[in-house]
Nanobody, 124 residues
Framework: QVQLVESGGGLVQAGGSLRLSCAAS????????MGWFRQAPGKEREFVAA????????YYADSVKGRFAISRDNAKNTVYLQMNSLKPEDTAVYYC?????????????????WGQGTQVTVSS
């Protein structure tokens, strides 16, 4: 059974930084792509960032490009999302997800396992 557990969320002022972590267990972490999504109140869940199995290829939503960075440590079975220059519109529950493939996708439906989410609140 694959389990994903996010941590690192919290309350931060606009312009600040947070680093989210997602610890995976239940299968060989290094074989599969990982993604981060977020859901703001009253909105649908949206793609944020993704990384391929080795960490060599990453992709970002336009709204976070240049501010967020996704990375992974396969030895620790963990994926990270470094968030800098945070804005109030980044406020959301952030979810990590993994899919049964080596390469990333922006499509939510292609991810097979999801974490429970971690709240990020950015105050103005």
């Amino acid at each position: 059974q694959v389990q994903l557990v996010e941590s690192g969320g919290g309350l931060v002022q606009a312009g600040g930084s947070l680093r989210l972590s997602c610890a995976a267990s239940g299968r060989t972490f290094s074989n599969y792509a990982m993604g981060w999504f977020r859901q703001a109140p009253g909105k649908e869940r949206e793609f944020v960032a993704a990384i391929n199995w080795s960490g060599s290829i990453t992709y970002y939503a336009d709204s976070v490009k240049g501010r967020f960075a996704i990375s992974r440590d396969n030895a620790k079975n963990t994926v990270y999302l470094q968030m800098n220059s945070l804005k109030p519109e980044d406020t959301a529950v952030y979810y990590c997800a993994t899919r049964e493939a080596m390469h990333w996708s922006t499509r939510e439906v292609l991810y097979d396992y999801w974490g429970q989410g971690t709240q990020v609140t950015v105050s103005s």
